[in-house]
């Protein structure tokens, strides 16, 4: 059905981005209102479309910018999953980075590229066709780079370059690809797959490689990760977007619409190609797993953590089975909701403890017990503990695993959930159990509007991360919601 309800999606992110980048440091109050009145509006947005989706109703807006190249936008069922998740997780990570950054030089800046880079994800999720994809792909490419580099000292402006060097080698093998793709089969609809028969293997899986590949650069595929663990030079909100929602996600995303949306899963399974990318995804698991048990600073070993984590819903992708697919989605949003709890919570202890480094965390519970139980809370999900949601993504895998005769993928899950565990406990049990190794200044972790939107959005998606694995049945729960969509069209 044709609607403006989808650039309006979009143009929701566009006005405050704008409006950032006009307003003067002295009008920082508008700036944060109308930042968060935005949010508030798109998620609302959001939960409209949603509502639709759920009985049937997909809208779309369409408009031919070049002769035979349409401009599709159109959110769909996974379309909707992944911008239900940018849209809520850019409200938390509007107010927690207001209070984060206080007042201070080139806010304006941040937020007005802040809000291009959810733009970006928005525009990612709900194309409608290869090349829409790709526009809003290499957008968000550039809206992020200013984010990495804000801090303008040499280690960001290093993590700047890397960033830069990795993703647009990706983003080029990426569209050499779909370019290729494109001159044998015509325009690239997710809604209509494109009729791969007559084209030789080869071409099809040459052509599979390069998209694959281009896309495993922002998904942080083992041995194209590197960009991710030194864009932790940038602050915390920035870190917090990159892991949870905008980056990484964009690029699993990505790999999604090509298995399903493109070669389909009958084709992929023809051309042998879903177990090689599992087990790609599964060596990234345990790779990144093993680098995070060795990192001594806490944010590089959350950034090797998301090496992993990501790769879980790559894993559940190309397995094809119903299981595996369910577990890969809902890992989707779990994995998002997890990781942002755990950079904001970190954010928080640097900004008012000045705490960088594992070895710092002894007494934090002590001095800052509502961040640290959040924080807890998101690492026991990344382990798997029941009743997180990290616990269904893995039982969902697991079993996903075991369904498409795969069961390598246990063991790829428990040598996980093991390092997992090794990297985070330890973490807890310094913050929790032992005396603070150093005197510890007073720290009124509550007090102030400030201080209270520095900790409390952490909070609220900790108990997010509860909630999604104990009421995982209920409707409209991204269990349910990753269900509808493997039932809708995933699983033919």
């Known amino acids: 059905m044709n609607s403006l309800l989808p650039l309006l999606l979009v143009s929701l992110t566009i006005v405050p981005a704008l409006i950032s980048f006009a307003l003067p440091d002295r009008l920082a109050v508008w700036r944060d209102a109308i930042n968060i009145g935005f949010a508030l509006s798109k998620l609302a947005l959001v939960g409209a479309l949603l509502l639709a989706a759920r009985e049937g109703t997909i809208t779309e807006w369409r408009y031919e910018f070049l002769p035979g190249h349409e401009f599709i936008l159109r959110p769909d069922s996974l379309s909707l999953l992944f911008v239900t998740l940018s849209a809520f997780l850019w409200l938390i990570t509007t107010v927690y980075a207001i209070a984060y950054f206080k007042r201070g030089p080139h806010l304006g800046r941040f937020f007005g590229f802040f809000n291009l880079c959810v733009l970006s994800a928005t525009g990612v999720a709900i194309s409608g066709t290869a090349i829409t994809f790709f526009l809003f792909y290499e957008l968000l490419t550039l809206a992020t780079w200013p984010l990495v580099v804000h801090k303008g000292d040499e280690k960001s402006l290093r993590a700047g370059r890397i960033y830069l060097i990795y993703t647009l080698a990706g983003s080029a093998a990426f569209l050499a690809g779909i370019v290729w793709l494109k001159s044998l089969v015509g325009t690239i609809e997710f809604t209509a797959p494109p009729d791969l028969t007559g084209i030789p293997r080869l071409e099809l899986t040459l052509i599979f490689i390069l998209c694959i590949g281009g896309l495993g650069v922002k998904a942080a595929l083992i041995p194209f990760h590197v960009w991710l663990p030194e864009a932790m030079a940038a602050p915390a909100p920035v870190s917090a977007l990159l892991h949870a929602v905008a980056v990484v996600k964009a690029g699993a995303f990505g790999i999604l619409r090509m298995i399903y949306d493109v070669y389909g899963i009958d084709t992929v399974s023809e051309l042998g190609l879903g177990t090689p990318l599992a087990l790609w995804a599964g060596a990234t698991i345990l790779y990144g797993s093993f680098r995070a048990v060795m990192q001594t600073d ?189 039932e809708s069209g995933y699983l033919k």
């Open 298 to 486: 806490i944010k590089k070993r959350l950034a090797y953590s998301t090496v992993s984590q990501v790769s879980y819903i790559i894993l559940g992708a190309s397995l094809i089975g119903p299981f595996a697919i369910i577990g890969g989605l809902v890992h989707l949003v779990h994995q998002g909701i997890m990781k942002i709890t755990l950079f904001m919570c970190a954010g928080a202890l640097d900004n008012r403890m000045g705490i960088k480094l594992v070895a710092d965390l002894d007494g934090a519970g002590r001095a800052m017990p509502v961040t640290m139980a959040a924080f807890s809370i998101g690492a026991l999900g990344m382990i798997g503990i029941p009743p997180t949601a990290g616990f269904i993504s893995k039982w969902y895998l697991g079993m996903g695993g075991l369904q498409s005769e795969a069961s390598w993928v246990i063991a790829v899950l428990a040598g996980s959930s093991l390092l997992n565990a090794l990297y985070f406990l330890p973490l807890l049990y310094s913050a929790w159990l032992l005396p603070p190794s150093k005197e510890l200044a007073p720290v009124r972790e509550l007090d102030g509007a400030w201080n209270r939107m520095l900790v409390l959005p952490a909070a609220v998606t900790a108990l997010i991360t509860l909630a999604a694995g104990a009421f995982a049945t209920f409707p409209f729960s991204p269990l349910k919601w990753a269900e509808l969509i493997a």
